[in-house]
């Protein structure tokens, strides 16, 4: 068959598909791998040059014709359908509700309360901060200034330049970390706060998503030191893990606004080829963590030779993956109602610590 046929045949099939199914059936009859277009395009590897100088250009216009022509149709079958079901389905609006509230509590704000409530009962309130953040408190006052190779770790999202406010180029906030300069700028110490809250990055795959959920600590007083900083994060995980036989390991690291860093493991057991918090056969990271550094003390104005401090980040969505075993971040921002279903909390399940802040 000559290629005008085929293309008229083929114009004829895509404009006479009158459902979606039809138009991709026609589609893999021409594109699909035993396709007619594309039985065509296999041919040009066996031509001589001359004859691909003068077939190619046609072949390859049959495929571009076809594609966007089936593009074209598959837009107008889209759009009747819309148009279809907007005019034949209704939502009643005036039936009553169902008896049992259907809704859950996400497993990060259920994991952010049970957070807040073990802090609180060592002391810790809770401080926020914006998410969209100026380049000063995210990097320059936690001691990364501009040339910090650290500025490249964090693959920021960067507001455009016009968005600057008093010179200082926006971003949305890479970390927690800024909300230790908004309280130690804005209170007198001493301070105890933690800062649950959303964070952003351009990463993503199944760990990785480019919003995600970290809560910082900061504790600012006289006298503090790496043995306060020890023993509040050991309270702090066996209350979170609900056990008593939680280990932590202390590893020196690098933070460049703590001096020292240390990054925490906590030892977990194989149970049943599955990983428990609990014991030491193995370990993995969970926080990043140090005595705040001098400088950044500094930088909010006060007397690094009077106060001193830790603080303490981590991602909560990894925290809630560890306690309640989900193994895909990506599905905690779904929305997919069964997963909410599955992993979702009781709206009266509040978490204390009487009662064990987990349910
Ligand atoms: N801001 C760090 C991050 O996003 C986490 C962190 C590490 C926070 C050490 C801290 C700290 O407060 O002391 O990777």
């Known amino acids: 068959m000559d290629i005008e046929t085929l293309q008229t045949e083929l114009m004829a099939a895509i404009d006479s598909a009158g459902t979606l199914e039809a138009l991709e059936?026609?589609?893999?009859?021409?594109l699909g791998k035993q396709g007619s277009v594309s039985a065509l395009l296999k041919t040009m590897g066996g031509m001589s040059p001359e004859e691909r100088q003068t077939q190619g250009p046609i072949i390859n216009g049959l495929r571009e014709s076809i594609t966007s022509a089936l593009a074209a149709k598959k837009a107008e079958l889209e759009t009747a359908d819309l148009n279809r079901?907007?005019?034949?389905?209704?939502?009643?609006m005036t039936l009553p509700a169902p008896d049992a509230p259907r809704g859950t509590i996400h497993p990060v704000s259920q994991v952010m309360d049970e957070l807040a409530e073990i802090f609180a009962d060592m002391g810790f309130a809770v401080a926020e901060g914006p998410e969209i953040e100026d380049d000063w408190h995210n990097f320059t006052a936690l001691n990364i200034p501009e040339t910090h190779p650290a500025r490249a770790m964090h693959d920021t999202f960067?507001?455009?330049?016009?968005?600057?406010?008093?010179?200082?180029?926006?971003?949305?906030?890479?970390?927690?970390?800024?909300?230790?300069?908004?309280?130690?700028?804005?209170?007198?110490?001493p301070i105890r706060i933690?800062?649950?809250?959303?964070?952003?990055?351009?990463?993503?795959?199944?760990?990785?998503?480019?919003?995600?959920?970290?809560?910082?600590?900061?504790?600012?007083?006289?006298g503090i030191h790496l043995g306060h900083l020890k023993w509040t994060l050991e309270t702090?995980?066996?209350?979170?893990?609900?056990?008593?036989?939680?280990?932590?390991?202390?590893?020196?690291?690098?933070?460049?606004?703590?001096?020292?860093?240390?990054?925490?493991?906590?030892?977990?057991?194989?149970?049943?080829?599955?990983?428990?918090?609990?014991?030491?056969?193995?370990?993995?990271?969970?926080?990043?963590?140090?005595?705040?550094?001098?400088?950044?003390?500094?930088?909010?104005?006060?007397?690094?030779?009077?106060?001193?401090?830790?603080?303490?980040?981590?991602?909560?969505?990894?925290?809630?993956?560890?306690?309640?075993?989900?193994?895909?971040?990506?599905?905690?921002?779904?929305?997919?109602?069964?997963?909410?279903?599955?992993?979702?909390?009781?709206?009266?399940?509040?978490?204390?610590?009487?009662?064990?802040?987990?349910?």
């Open 194 to 222: 933690i800062a649950p809250g959303r964070v952003y990055r351009s990463d993503s795959d199944a760990t990785h998503t480019p919003m995600f959920h970290q809560i910082e600590g900061l504790v600012i007083d006289k």
């Open 236 to 359: 702090f995980l066996k209350a979170y893990f609900e056990r008593e036989d939680v280990v932590l390991r202390l590893r020196p690291s690098y933070f460049p606004f703590t001096e020292p860093s240390v990054e925490v493991d906590v030892g977990y057991s194989v149970i049943n080829g599955k990983r428990v918090i609990g014991g030491s056969e193995g370990w993995m990271e969970v926080l990043g963590s140090g005595m705040v550094h001098r400088k950044v003390i500094e930088a909010c104005g006060l007397d690094p030779d009077v106060w001193q401090g830790f603080a303490f980040g981590t991602g909560v969505d990894r925290l809630a993956m560890l306690k309640y075993g989900m193994d895909d971040l990506r599905a905690f921002f779904d929305g997919d109602n069964r997963w909410l279903q599955h992993y979702g909390f009781n709206a009266l399940d509040v978490p204390t610590l009487s009662g064990g802040v987990g349910v």
């Open 85 to 92: 079901r907007l005019a034949t389905e209704r939502v009643d």
């Open 25 to 30: 059936a026609v589609r893999v009859s021409a």
């Open 158 to 189: 960067y507001f455009p330049d016009e968005m600057a406010r008093d010179g200082q180029k926006m971003v949305l906030r890479t970390h927690t970390s800024p909300v230790q300069i908004r309280t130690m700028t804005s209170q007198e110490p």
